[in-house]
């Protein structure tokens, strides 16, 4: 009898482990989800990229990918492009979905559009392979051979080279 409620008790500790919930980052806060991450993995490659299209290298601390739901979260990455267009960065975290080509950076990140000179800096910019567009909602701070910005609501087109701000707070333009 106290090998088979042994048992029951050890069956139970480990069905009520088992109902731990991993958190998600949804627009910039951890959201939580009822499901079970497919696969974990640690100081990990990850290539992102469809037939006929530049492949974006990713290195992560940590990728834990949700198949079900088609996204993928990251921890501490670095991505790098490797062909014609070259594009590179570092974030603290992000979300990538899996079935499309948004990739969503968190925390302390860093673009560089390296065909155009430009160096972005922002708390979150949303990356959209397909279209080669970036955005960036808060504050964002750019550098490029033409200076130096800093404002807010950032777009940028990758493909033109073309970026606006909804504001700019400071700016040096260099006309060499």
């Not at 088979?4 to 009520?16: A, G």
């Amino acid at each position: 009898m106290k090998r088979f409620l042994i048992l029951l008790l050890l069956s139970l500790l480990f069905l009520s482990s088992c109902q731990k919930e991993e958190g998600s980052i949804v627009d910039g806060e951890k959201k939580e989800v009822g499901k079970y991450p497919d696969v974990i993995l640690e100081n990990s490659r990850y290539i992102i990229g469809e037939e006929g299209s530049e492949p974006l290298e990713l290195y992560a601390k940590k990728i834990t990918f949700y198949s079900e739901e088609s996204y993928a979260l990251v921890e501490d990455m670095t991505f790098t492009t490797k062909g014609e267009r070259v594009i590179s960065g570092s974030a603290g975290e992000g979300r990538i979905n899996t079935e499309g080509d948004e990739i969503n950076l968190l925390s302390g990140v860093t673009f560089l559009d390296e065909d155009n000179g430009m160096k972005i800096n922002a708390e979150k910019i949303d990356y959209n392979r397909e279209e080669d567009t970036i955005s960036a909602p808060g504050p964002v701070m750019v550098e490029s051979k033409e200076g130096r910005f800093e404002g807010t609501d950032f777009k940028g087109d990758l493909r033109t080279g073309t970026y606006t701000f909804q504001s700019i707070e400071k700016g040096e333009l260099d006309f060499e």
